[in-house]
């Protein structure tokens, strides 16, 4: 079975450019997170989708940041204009559903963007 | 305010010794606890969890234990390998309402397990 895709790897942008990070989740998995880690501390998280419907997105900060699950697949996240503090590694996650009880999360590989 | 928190972060332990990580909590509304393993460059997987019903979760060399009048969970290694080094997250679920498919992640504890 084939993981969660993430792409690019690495990303490395001036500050105030865009950004934009793409993912493909397991296959019939209904829900997909966005995560952002900062080095030393935990993931975070941005917005969750379930199929193509925004969950929670509570904490994105929606004055730079977008995202979109179109078709309930694959997701993109942008980032436009990025700032230094937005350097970071964004990880994507995807389950089978959200009603799974421990709701176990699988991850891709994630996008380490630095911000100059 | 973090809701989980992992105060070590790191530890060192001998190859075939215990490794103890440890992880507490505030929100009382969590009710299923899950530990991810994260080597560098790659995604956390999933490692064991715990229904907060239950007060111990056994799979081959983990066992995690919860305390729930405490707010404490902890998982335990045993042996340790050094395949085991590794950053380890805790990870805290609300399965209920409208928090449902949501995990809330510690800061995660870096181990080291030296041959």
């Not at chain 1, 950004?19 to 935990?42: D, E, K, R």
């Not at chain 2, 715990?50 to 234990?65: A, C, L, Y």
């Not at chain 2, 590794?86 to 181990?111: E, H, M, P, Q």
Request: charged share 20%; aromatic share 10%.
């Amino acid at each position: 079975e084939a993981g969660v895709a993430q792409s690019p790897r690495y990303k490395i942008i001036e500050k105030r450019q865009s950004v934009a990070f793409w993912c493909n989740p397991i296959s019939g998995h209904a829900t997909l997170y966005w995560y952002q880690q900062i080095l030393g501390q935990g993931p975070k998280l941005l917005i969750q989708f379930q199929n193509n419907g925004v969950v929670d997105d509570s904490q994105l900060p929606k004055d730079r940041f977008s995202a979109e699950r179109l078709k309930g697949v694959d997701s993109t996240l942008k980032i436009q204009p990025a700032k230094l503090e937005d350097s970071a590694v964004y990880l994507c996650a995807s389950s089978l559903t959200i009603n799974a009880g421990k709701n176990e999360q699988f991850f891709g590989p994630g996008t380490r963007l630095t911000v100059l | 305010d973090q809701q989980v928190k992992q105060n070590s972060p790191s530890l060192s332990v001998q190859e075939g010794r215990i490794s103890i990580l440890n992880c507490d909590y505030t929100n009382s509304m969590f009710d299923y606890f899950l530990w991810y393993k994260k080597y560098p460059a790659e995604g956390p997987t999933f490692l064991i969890s715990i229904s907060s019903i239950k007060d111990k979760n056994e799979d081959g060399r983990f066992t995690v234990f919860l305390n729930k009048s405490a707010k404490h969970l902890s998982l335990h290694i045993v042996p340790s390998q050094p395949g085991d080094s590794a950053v380890y997250f805790c990870a805290a679920n609300d399965t209920r309402g409208t928090n449902a498919g949501k995990s809330t992640f510690g800061d995660g504890t870096t181990l080291t397990v030296k041959p």
